[in-house]
């Protein structure tokens, strides 16, 4: 199969490897030039193959530095089976701190990819073509970015096939956050994890916080949680923790399902948050006020909650244009209505 991505590893190799992936890079200086990607393989045996990915958006930093710390950690003793990681999936943007490559693109929008197309759109490709097929389980890392504090949680599309659907819940639930969130595509198509879902991949994701700092609980919380799902899928060793066993609490789902959850700036202004996620809200609610400072006579305008439920994202760049997502809400279900 034609690709414009070479690997320095053999992905069918037993024990650890930390290689790269190159791409074509296309600049005025650097000449034959490649773009690298730093890839892993610890392999051991039979076992669940499991691919895991991070720094998609260059600015969401949790799980890269939690996919960095599993390739200095991880030895091949402690697996059953395959965990490939790709800590950095966007360089570029990760060094420029910012969601999208430098090229504009936003690369969670270029799947399923082309093998001769854009830059991203190659990377894509490969990973469609190469690196999801022979995997069982692709675990996706994301947060809100510099632009939102998401609660810290993993989350999930709800698919159609009801036992994808059953392992992609209890692969959420193994993360162990307080929250976990369902989501829907309200800004475009071309998702890497719809293209693996669209394979039968057991997919996990997460929206590990964000708006342009990591707490150090949030950055444990991206370690354990890809620990205990690691665990939980069988391919690291270790005894699974459950939120019981932790004499936790059940953790709370919230639906998001409802594209009325997705509140979008009605103007340009500058955003003030009057509530922090998660917390409930009723419809009505004031949950944030714009500010207009060309005109500072005229009164705020108050962004309520479009209905009742848990407030899950809010925007944390104060300046905001037309459009510009300023908060998301969801309302509670129950694991079982999932099943
Ligand atoms: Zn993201």
Redesign the pocket.
């Known amino acids: 199969m034609a690709t414009q991505v070479a690997c320095t590893i053999d992905l069918a190799e037993e024990g650890k490897q930390l290689g790269r992936l190159a791409l074509p890079k296309l600049t005025n200086t650097g000449g034959w030039a490649s773009t690298f990607i730093p890839i892993a393989s610890v392999a051991n045996g039979d076992g669940p193959n499991v691919l895991v990915l991070a720094g ?2 260059g600015d ?1 930093y949790e799980g890269q530095v939690a996919a960095l710390r599993l390739i200095q950690e991880l030895e091949p003793e402690q697996v059953a089976g395959r965990v490939t990681v790709i800590p950095v999936l966007s360089p570029a943007a990760s060094k420029a701190n910012t969601r999208m490559w430098p090229s504009g693109i936003n690369f ?1 929008r270029s799947f399923p990819g082309v093998w001769d197309g854009r830059p991203d759109e190659q990377l894509a490709d490969y990973l469609t073509r190469f690196l999801f097929p022979p995997a069982d389980v692709v675990i996706d890392m ?2 809100g ?1 510099r632009s939102a504090w998401f609660m810290p949680c993993s989350h999930m599309h709800v698919v159609d096939d009801a036992e994808q659907r059953r392992a992609m819940l209890a692969g959420m639930q193994a993360w162990n956050s307080d929250y976990h969130f369902l989501y829907v595509d309200i800004n475009g198509t071309g998702l890497l994890c719809v293209e693996a879902e669209q394979q039968g991949k057991v997919v996990i994701t997460t929206e590990l916080g964000g708006g342009g700092r990591v707490p150090a609980a949030v950055h444990e919380l991206a370690w354990s949680g890809l620990n205990n799902v690691l665990r939980h899928l069988g391919v690291l060793e270790g005894e699974v923790v459950t939120r019981a066993s932790m004499g936790l609490p059940d953790a709370v789902i919230v639906d998001g399902r409802d594209p009325a959850n997705y509140v979008v700036a009605p103007e340009d202004g500058i955003f003030e948050a009057l509530l922090e996620p998660p917390t409930g809200v009723k419809a009505g609610d004031p949950v944030a006020r714009l500010w207009f400072p060309d005109t500072p006579a005229r009164p705020p305008e108050v962004l309520r909650a479009p209905l009742d439920g848990i407030l899950a994202v809010i925007r944390s760049i104060p300046a905001t244009e037309a459009g510009d997502g300023v908060f998301t809400t969801g309302q509670v279900i129950e694991a079982a209505e999932l099943a």
């Open positions: 998609n958006h969401e969670n994301h947060s970015g």
